[in-house]
């Protein structure tokens, strides 16, 4: 996975926050009812990009979604709770599954 050097911060709404982080894959349950597709790009509060949607799985009406990091080093700057962002209403970073 390459490095995101991305800054965001027009419109970020709260995604959700990271329930646990398993290796180098950080497992996010989602605090609203938006539905990110695989490679939509994730947010710090600071708007400083953390990773991309690399999976979702769970139920239909509860998904989990989860970044892929390059090492174990790169998890630790998730801790569960962790709050993550997603920029609402630009198309380079959000992508919707419905929407194409």
Known sequence: ???????????????????????????????????????SILFNESGDAVGEVFDVFGPVLEPNFVIRCNSKDETDKFSPGFRLFYAQNNKDYTRDPFKG
């Open 1 to 39: 996975m390459e490095s995101l050097n991305i800054k965001c911060t027009e419109d970020l709404r709260p995604f959700g926050s990271v329930s646990h982080v398993v290796d180098c894959l950080v497992v996010i349950r989602p605090e609203c009812p938006v539905v990110l597709d695989l490679g």
